[in-house]
């Protein structure tokens, strides 16, 4: 097989601020896999807390190529990628894993939720994400969204919580909170206790993605559901977050792929723990790989597509949080016209 990769600049419609990181652009490197007949295409959105930078993405990509070079089937490459083990390198990982899932679908004619035996309209309808900013602009961002039924707002230590009561009364839409890591425990519960009282869905990490201790203390003094994000990349962390959090947040960028993302899912609902898709700042690419996924899930946050200024392809529509997947053989995702 052939390997052909590029490096392309992201560019948010608005800087994305979090309590984490502020994001003007985002280097991904996109992905072609090819026999000869059949391409495949993957992305990697790289992200330095998982240790992941486009220079890292492209390192992995040549340590791998002669081994991709040397197989002659997408199924050789999947066999290697499922059997490497160790949880490095995931964007890049993922990156190669979609273009095998994305040739697979191809072969076979089908699309790759068929494939999977997935079922497109049981997927959550996608929220939609609000960055940090000052109130009013926070407010602006919610009301240009105010077509999706659920929204995810950013917060930090210095957020003054009305915002979120503001936004909820004036869009009418469910609300969830992600606060990225930036409380302590006790702060935590102080605030999740009056976002409890604004009706606040769901709470995704609110300590450290180490204070496994902390998100247990958090969870059995709030009744907000609270969701492991940044503590739980891979199937791996599922044992050691399962009783201190309601849920967990699973992204194709930190756990390294579909298969490993699908791994997830189950492992989740088996221990009774609800499920959200998430997504880095990533193209439409990768959030349509994510997307053949979601009927697993009981909640979605695939919004990254919509919030670009240069998306550089189309796959999954996504109207008012609905997505509609396309119906063509693998991820069914193609070039956006220039
Ligand atoms: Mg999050």
Redesign the pocket.
């Known amino acids: 097989m052939n390997l052909s990769y590029e490096r392309i600049e992201l560019i948010p419609k608005y800087v994305f601020r979090t309590a984490r990181t502020t994001s003007t652009t985002s280097e991904s490197v996109i992905v072609r896999l090819s026999d000869g007949k059949i391409e495949g295409l993957g992305e990697a959105d790289p992200s330095r807390f998982y240790g992941e930078t486009a220079d890292t993405v492209v390192a992995f990509l040549e340590r791998m190529r002669p081994r991709i070079e040397h197989a002659k089937h997408e199924s050789e490459l999947m066999a290697e990628l499922t059997s490497r083990g160790g949880t490095d390198d995931p964007a890049a990982r993922a990156a190669l894993e979609i273009a095998a899932h994305d040739m697979i679908g191809k072969r076979c004619g089908r699309p790759l939720y068929r494939f999977l035996g997935l079922n497109p309209t049981e997927a959550p309808v996608t929220m939609m994400s609000i960055g940090l900013d000052e109130p009013d602009v926070m407010l602006r961002k919610a009301m240009e969204a105010s077509g999706f039924p659920m929204l995810k707002i950013k917060l930090d230590a210095s957020t003054d919580l009305s915002i979120v009561s503001v936004i909820k009364e004036a869009t009418g839409a469910a609300i969830t909170v992600?606060a990225?890591c930036s409380w302590s425990p006790a702060g935590a519960i102080e605030r999740i206790n009056v976002l409890a009282g604004i009706g606040v869905e769901l709470v995704?990490?609110p300590v450290a993605a180490d204070d496994i201790d902390g998100l247990r203390l958090v969870r059995y003094h709030t009744s907000v559901p609270i969701f492991a994000?940044?503590s739980c990349p891979t199937s791996a962390e599922i044992p050691i977050v399962a009783d201190a959090v309601n849920g967990i947040?699973i992204k194709l960028m930190k756990c390294g792929g579909i298969v490993e993302a699908v791994k997830m899912a189950k492992m989740a609902r088996k221990r009774g723990l609800k499920t959200m898709i998430?997504c880095m700042i990533e193209s439409s690419l990768a959030i349509t790989a994510a997307a053949h996924i979601a009927p697993l899930m009981d909640y979605a946050d695939l919004d990254s597509g919509l919030l670009l200024k240069n998306d550089p392809f189309v796959g999954v529509d996504i109207d008012c949080g609905k997505m509609t997947l396309p119906k063509e053989p693998g991820l069914g995702v193609h070039p956006a016209a220039p």
């Open positions: 992600d990225n995704e990490q994000d940044e947040v998430g």
